[in-house]
């Protein structure tokens, strides 16, 4: 079973816009990682953000974690027809060597 | 690029037979994790390698083994093909508890 859900399973913006993922998973973390998959192939490594963090930044990107909602949120700001793609959160679970995946996030980026 | 390259990108089999994957990982990474993901679905997690040695196993059966190698590259065998078996294959390699980064993937069809 996957322990990760992302919430919206499918995501469709004007370029330009905001786009807002949620993640939300089930048992303790070590750290949890966000993917971007562009069809069906390997998965670009986006951020990592460590339990005892609350917000990372890379670029346009903006995750945050809350732990006791046990939840995250992935922002892409000023969004580009490039990241058109599927989103993926993963938790490193404590005492777990494994990443473990929700379904993903579909997003689409109209022009 | 991440560093991570995995060979062959696609392969077709006869349910019944056996099949090699393998994976290159990235220079300095001594911990190498295998994912299958079925269409539309999110990566689940195999098993991981680390200094040779399994450290984790997913919910597989034993057909799937593996093999880490001194220069932490990485193996997965699948034994007696199932039609269920048809998916994408990822290979990720990294530190342990840090960022994972994945290769291409090798795209397994079984008939």
């Known amino acids: ?111 | 690029e991440t560093g991570v390259t995995q060979s062959p990108t696609h392969l077709i089999k006869t349910r019944g037979q056996q099949v090699t994957l393998r994976c290159s990982s990235q220079s300095g990474h001594n911990t190498v994790s295998w994912y299958q993901q079925a269409l539309g679905q999110g990566p689940q997690f195999i098993f991981q390698y680390y200094r040779e040695e399994e450290n984790g196993r997913g919910n597989f059966p034993p057909r799937f083994s593996g093999l880490q190698f001194p220069n932490y590259s990485s193996e997965l065998n699948v034994n007696a093909l199932e039609l269920d078996d048809s998916a994408l294959y990822l290979c990720a390699s990294s530190l342990v508890w840090t960022e994972a980064f994945f290769g291409q993937g090798t795209r397994l069809t079984v008939v």
Request: charged share 20%; hydrophobic share 30%; glycine share 8%.
């Open chain 1, 1 to 111: 079973s996957q322990q990760g859900e992302e919430d919206p399973q499918a995501l469709s913006i004007q370029e330009g816009e905001n786009a807002t993922m949620n993640c939300s998973y089930k048992t303790s973390i070590n750290n949890l990682q966000w993917y971007r998959q562009n069809s069906g192939r390997g998965l670009v490594h986006l951020i990592l953000i460590r339990s005892n963090e609350r917000e990372k930044h890379s670029g346009r990107l903006r995750v945050t974690l809350d732990t006791s909602k046990k939840s995250s949120s992935l922002l892409i700001t000023a969004s580009r027809a490039a990241d058109t793609a599927s989103y993926f959160c993963a938790t490193g679970i404590q005492g777990a060597q494994k990443l473990v995946f929700g379904q993903g996030t579909r997003l689409t980026i109209n022009p």
